[in-house]
């Protein structure tokens, strides 16, 4: 996968996976969304969309937990945020 250079500090991936229909799914147990993550990493889709209106509020505290339940994603993603849209 492409990375794009944002800056001499900051690339991201060439494709950014959206989180904000992560709360409608039927399974969002954090193994669930781990398996997501993962299956992301593995095609070198490392940065994530979020925001805190996604998922009907949900969808930051579904990924909190994923990432609570497996703290080593965190090092291989970038999560891109806004709050108050």
Request: proline share 5%; aromatic share 6%; net charge negative.
């Amino acid at each position: 996968m492409d990375r794009i250079p944002l800056s001499p500090a900051l690339e991201l991936s060439r494709l950014v996976y959206g989180m904000w229909r992560i709360g409608d799914d039927v399974d969002t147990s954090p193994a669930h969304v781990e398996a997501k993550i993962q299956s992301c990493l593995d095609q070198g889709i490392t940065s994530f969309d979020q925001a805190d209106i996604y998922g009907g509020y949900q969808a930051e505290a579904i990924l909190g937990a994923a990432l609570k339940a497996n703290p080593s994603l965190r090092g291989k993603m970038e999560i891109i945020t806004k709050c108050d849209i």
